[in-house]
């Protein structure tokens, strides 16, 4: 069955850098776009990072742009998320999520399977 | 930047009507999704531009956009639908905007 699976939290200094991975299986990875979606403790959503199905578009919300980038390796299924300059308000579940849309369909916004997420701690 | 409302709770008894609504600026303009979130879980899309459900996903499922609001409805909601709801707006421009979540009690 299709399945996303995140790796690569844990607990880092502010100012640091961590780099988190997303293992795709069950759908042709290749052909849909990926997001990555936060939730610091005890709070909301928050839309981080698209890729578009091929890598060739990337967009970033205004809190990490210019500090995390996404990437994605197609002959492995997975998804990257470099974060670097980490300050303590990136504590946060990081998810990621496929999108409905790629290759063949548009998106409109429709996140269609989400991993279990991975807990990234800023702390000194 | 874009911004979406929501009520931050709503209780409803077992059997009644769960009306969820998400609040923008001429959201009607722009497709909405809507996701359960139940305690320690992972987010699950219930409704998918506007009005369409996934399937797996209850009939008692159901969404609409119109105006400034769009709103999910559970109809006879269960125990089973206590959970964080939340509403994600997009469009090409402001790309993806979730609201801040509705706590659904069924008691």
């Known amino acids: 069955q299709e399945q996303l699976v995140e790796s690569g939290g844990g607990v880092v200094q502010p100012g640091r850098s961590l780099r988190l991975s997303c293992a795709a299986s069950g759908f042709t990875f290749s052909i849909y776009g990926m997001h990555w979606v936060r939730q610091a403790p005890g709070k909301g959503l928050e839309w981080v990072t698209f890729i578009s199905y091929d890598g060739s578009n990337t967009y970033y919300g205004d809190s990490v742009k210019g500090r995390f980038t996404v990437s994605r390796d197609k002959s492995k299924s997975t998804l990257h998320l470099q974060m670097n300059s980490l300050r303590a308000e990136d504590t946060a579940v990081y998810f990621c999520?496929?999108?409905?849309?790629?290759?063949?369909?548009?998106?409109?916004?429709?996140?269609?399977?989400w991993g279990q997420g991975t807990l990234v701690t800023v702390s000194s | 930047s874009y911004e979406v409302t929501q009520p931050p709770s709503l209780s409803v008894s077992p059997g009644e009507t769960a009306t969820i609504t998400c609040s923008g600026d001429?959201?009607?303009?722009?497709?909405v999704s809507w996701y359960q979130q139940k305690t320690g879980q992972s987010p699950v899309l219930v409704i998918y531009q506007d009005r369409k459900r996934p399937s797996g996903i209850p009939e008692r499922f159901s969404g609409s956009n119109s105006g400034n609001s769009a709103t999910l409805t559970i109809s006879g909601a269960q125990a089973v639908d206590e959970a964080d709801y939340y509403c994600?707006?997009?469009?090409?421009?402001?790309?993806?905007?979730f609201g801040p979540g509705t706590m659904v009690t069924v008691l």
């Open positions: 001429k959201l009607a303009t722009k497709h």
């Open positions: 999520a496929k999108d409905s849309g790629g290759r063949y369909s548009g998106s409109y916004g429709t996140f269609d399977l």
């Open positions: 994600l707006a997009w469009d090409s421009s402001t790309l993806y905007v």
